[in-house]
């Protein structure tokens, strides 16, 4: 099936940085979703963008949806050891209960 | 909020066997459930959509005679892996749109020895 393409694969960080990732497709979505997922368990929804050009804030995450729609790209400000996990964008075309489409991830690790 | 409780979470079993993955929703009702594979490293792969009272929607590569989908109530979908063999070890997760968004189940760890 399809794919998000998400960059980068993987990050090492040092404390406090900030980080950025982004998520890329060849198609237009009219939702972006970004998750995290912790090992062995299911993904936590962080952001969710409705509308394109739209820039949504959460606590110390930042996500914006690509102004053609087929990109978004996630921030996170000062990091610290618990944003550890991977992080994936997922594409919704329409409707609350269409299915996601999920990128391929990114695996942050934080270094203290 | 809304929670999908899934079960169970580790299952490990014999080549042949069959195993069963449960989802319910606890306090909406689902409608609709996603079924997802998740190999190590790898993303979040749909397998099948199931909606209750109808046949489950299965994406392409997917066999809808291994993996059979149950959707009898609003509250519990239940995939069953079936005549399991070691390449269908994996992180499988359920999901259940909602009035939130979507929620997920915690994901099961099927290994088959």
């Not at chain 1, 998000?4 to 060849?26: A, K, R, Y």
């Not at chain 1, 972006?32 to 299911?42: N, V």
Request: glycine share 8%; with cysteine; proline share 4%.
């Amino acid at each position: 099936g399809q794919q998000l393409n998400q960059s980068p694969q993987s990050m090492f960080i040092q404390e406090g940085e900030d980080v950025s990732m982004n998520c890329t497709s060849s198609s237009i979505f009219n939702t972006w979703l970004w998750y995290k997922q912790e090992p062995g368990e299911g993904p936590v929804l962080l952001i969710a963008l409705y509308k394109a050009g739209e820039l949504t804030s959460n606590g110390r995450l930042t996500a914006q949806f690509g102004i053609t729609r087929k990109d978004s790209f996630l921030n996170i400000s000062a990091s610290i050891p618990s944003d550890v996990g991977i992080y994936f964008c997922a594409g919704q075309l329409s409707g609350t209960a269409s299915k996601l489409t999920f990128g391929t991830g990114t695996r942050l690790q934080v270094m203290l | 909020g809304a929670v999908v409780s899934q079960h169970p979470s580790r299952v490990i079993c014999k080549s042949g066997t069959s195993v069963k993955i449960e989802c319910r929703s606890l306090d909406f009702q689902a409608t609709t459930m996603f079924w997802y594979r998740q190999f190590p490293k790898q993303s979040l792969m749909l397998m099948a959509t199931s909606n209750e009272g109808s046949k489950a929607t299965y994406e392409q590569g997917v066999e809808k005679d291994k993996f059979l989908i149950n959707h009898a109530s609003l509250t519990l979908s239940t995939l069953t892996v079936t005549s399991a063999h070691p390449e269908d070890s994996s992180f499988y997760i359920c999901s259940a749109p909602n009035r939130g968004g979507y929620t997920f189940g915690s994901g099961t760890r099927l290994t088959v020895v």
